[in-house]
């Protein structure tokens, strides 16, 4: 389970790539903060799991 920030930032990251189709998104977030937990629950989303954030996920 995301924490709220990390459920934002999936949400950025999805609108941007799938919405949008525009290219990449750097997560510059501080230490130990989630940015892997944030780049899987993107991957999960890119990889076409039925569950993302524009769908309900967050």
Not at 23 to 32: D, I, Q, S, Y
Not at 44 to 57: E, K, N, P, W, Y
Request: glycine residues 14%; contains cysteine; aromatic residues 6%.
């Amino acid at each position: 389970m995301l924490l709220s920030p990390q459920r934002d930032d999936v949400l950025k990251a999805e609108i941007r790539l799938m919405v949008n189709s525009e290219n990449g998104m750097l997560f510059t977030n501080g230490t130990g903060t989630g940015k892997t937990f944030v780049g899987l629950g993107v991957a999960r989303c890119c990889h076409g799991s039925t569950a993302c954030c524009t769908d309900g996920f967050a």
